[in-house]
């Protein structure tokens, strides 16, 4: 059956099963692949089966559809190992996942108990092995837990940790077998377990292949956690405890160590490796290197879980400010309406065209300032990169020049124009481009005083060093320095009740996508020029069908 499997994006690790002869729809309201992506439209995208094959098609969605880098048009063929990408999120189109974890069997016999060799305490002694036992190889533990340290504070994702944990215990121990089993709930005492890493030398320690099924005794996973130690189990196949065991018997388990991951007092889970060859058996050594291996990755969880806690509580709180600050914007906009609403009705009753005049005036100007604030909030949370193409920059200026010109002349501002209309096509974002140089005229138009205020819009293309450079000078007052401090920070304005607080930062987040930066140069009463510089050299912008994570 045909899978599609989530690489990448809030849903990461999500498998799909797609049957047969429905069509199947992506989207944050679809019933048969519902994504819960902000970034991607309620109706997405639409796989088709036709004759054996699955062709998907765009709905019209907002940000596209992406096919192995490649915007899909009106329809194209799906073949096994096609990426998708939609928003933020990535899917993998094939017959099986990307990482498909063996099955897995809890021995259901309580009284099936392991032959206790050896035992380590698992304790913080265990996170550094300085004096390595007599006959150990020092150099290979300390190499060991080298890498082991690496990954501490390095790795946030859970399973990424804890594959490369495998990864190390695959590399250093010879293995036919192994898995790492994760409480459902660490801060609970119960016995319900997840097997989140299943290796096989059979698949050559990697994940991703078929493995045959791994039998895990309840008692050695208990036995472990209970006494936070790990325990050796030396010729399992002799021992006539495991004369009747299906979990060592029909799996020819010989020798195995399973030791706790567990730091502090808190037990996360269990790491288990086994052996199959005949006469071999694990050492004392080995069971106290992969006691440390438990140690230092309960530390590694333990991080990790920090990690996603203050990422949750900076978001909660980034949340609340940028509700709290839009709330305060929309209500300044209404109370303008309001007020305009009320002049246009005292017009009404007196049937005083003026009077209406003016206050239809009011409410139209709060209609703008939600348009803005609509456009602004729109490109500040887009999740994608700038759709570059060859682009007519004079053309755009002319239309920022066009769109403004009434604003300029109702204050009787001048709004001068020098660019040469026979530059070169360029590289650029055309919408991005035209949203972040509109802020600057508009923020220019505010900074000048009625009648002797100017803004010049410069533009010119200096091919030597490869970039379009973009200037907004005005003759206003200039900017404080306590406000050049906060000028890129979301919500601060300095317009008052006139103000968004988002223009600046759009312009800047539209520059950094281009991979160009923005220059402020700034005194009092000698007015501000803001430096746009855009490069034009392809390979160093952003590819047009990537997509990153919020701005």
Known sequence: MLVLTVLQGPEKGRRFELPANEPQQIGRSSE??????????????????DEGSWIIRDLHSSNGTYVNGTLVGSKVILHPGDQIRTGTTLLLFGDEPQRKAAPVRLAGRDEIDISVEHTVESNDDSMVMSVPSPGSDAEFQLKVIYELTSLIGTVSDRQELLDKVMDIVFN???????????????????????????????????????????????????????KKVGVLSANAMNDQRFATGDSVQSYGIRSAMCVPIKFKDKIYGVIQVDSMIKNYTYTEDQLALLTTIGV?????????????????AERLAAVGQTVASLSHSIKNILQGMRGGAEVVELGMRKN????????????????????????NMLAFSKQRKPEIVMTNLPQILTEIIALMQQSYDSKQVALISDFDNDMPPVPLDPGGVHQAVLNLVNNGLDACEPESGVVTLKAEYIPDKEVVLIQVRDNGIGI????????????????????????????????????????????????????????????????????????
């Open 296 to 312: 230092h990755t309960g530390l590694a969880l333990a991080n990790a879980r920090l990690y996603e806690a203050r990422v949750k």
């Open 480 to 551: 404080p320095p306590e406000t050049q401090k906060r000028l890129f920070q979301p919500f601060h304005s300095t317009k008052g009740l006139r103000g968004t607080g988002l223009g600046l930062v759009v312009t800047k987040k539209v520059v950094e996508e281009h991979g160009g930066k923005i220059q402020i140069d700034t005194a009092d009463d000698k007015g501000t020029t803001f430096r746009i510089i855009l490069p034009t050299n392809t390979e160093q912008q952003p590819h047009s069908a990537d997509t990153q994570g919020p701005y």
């Open 32 to 49: 048969a692949l519902p994504l819960n992506d902000q970034t991607i439209s309620r109706r997405h995208a639409e796989l088709t089966p």
């Open 172 to 226: 250093y121990f010879d293995a036919d077998r192994g898995f790492i089993l994760l409480r459902t709930n660490p801060d609970k005492t119960d016995e319900n377990y997840d097997p989140v890493v299943i290796r096989t030398k059979a698949a050559g320690g990697k994940p991703g292949e078929e493995a045959k099924p791994i039998a895990i005794s309840k008692t050695i996973v208990r036995y472990v956690i209970q």
């Open 352 to 375: 005083n065209i003026t009077v209406l005049k003016n206050g239809w005036d009011i409410v139209a100007r709060n209609q703008q300032r939600i348009y803005e604030l609509a456009m």
